[in-house]
């Protein structure tokens, strides 16, 4: 009876008698923690590198490949291509200076000749029912000219009483309607004149012709 009676109440009875000791269990057991992490703070890094692990890099990112197309020239066949000299693709430099620029020639306008045969019209006399007129034919080169004199006047103007040429053989007169045509019995001599004159009918004022040519030259 005594037996049962010690495992009813001796082991309460112990745990009741190490209770005090609890506190200083936990406080042996916080100093011998704190002595172990100061010795691992304390010790060389050879030694702590056994303990630490060494923190992992983040992953890099993916490289991106650029998608180059082929140039027609890569697809080209090459027996199909010209072939490349060095001269085709040398270049030289190029100076200019402007004491050896040659300027550009300017375009010429070219001015037409003067004629070589001229005519002057002028009035001699006027009268009441006619007048007397002249053209006064110039060669201006150094050869003779022949000469064809062309008169058309207005309604005023008649018919043509006569017509004859100063000191000179007679030109050849036709007429075509109210345009009258004379042409030399010969030629004009290097810078000489001949004068032509005439005398037509005509009604009411006026003595100037509508159309008066020498050799298809405006007369002055």
């Given at each position: 009876m005594a037996r049962s009676g010690f495992r009813e109440g001796g082991f309460r009875d112990g745990v009741r008698d190490l209770l005090p000791w609890a506190p200083t269990v936990v406080g042996v057991s916080v100093l011998l923690s704190m002595l172990v992490l100061t010795l691992i703070r304390l010790s060389p890094a050879e030694h702590r590198d056994d303990l630490?692990?060494?923190?992992v890099p983040p992953p890099s990112p993916p490289?991106?490949?650029?998608?180059?197309?082929?140039?027609p020239a890569a697809t080209t066949p090459s027996?199909?291509?010209?072939?490349?000299t060095r001269s085709a693709y040398s270049r030289r430099p190029v100076t200019w200076s402007p004491s050896t620029a040659t300027p550009s020639p300017r375009p010429t306008t070219t001015r037409?000749?003067?004629?070589?045969v001229t005519g002057r019209y002028g009035v001699v006399g006027t009268y009441d029912a006619e007048?007397?007129?002249e053209v006064t034919i110039s060669n201006v080169t150094g050869e003779p000219r022949d000469w064809t004199v062309t008169l058309r006047f207005p309604a005023n103007v008649g018919d043509l009483r006569t017509s004859w040429v100063e000191s000179a053989p007679q030109a050849t007169l036709?007429?075509?309607?109210?345009?009258?045509?004379w042409r030399s019995g010969v030629p004009v001599e290097p810078r000489s004149s001949v004068?032509?004159?005439f005398q037509f009918a005509r009604t009411g004022t006026g003595d100037r012709p509508a159309t008066c040519t020498v050799n298809a030259t405006r007369c002055t």
């Open positions: 630490t692990l060494d923190p490289l991106k490949t650029a998608i180059v197309a082929p140039s027996s199909a291509r010209p072939p490349v037409p000749a003067p004629p070589a007048f007397i007129g036709s007429r075509s309607g109210d345009t009258f045509v004068v032509l004159r």
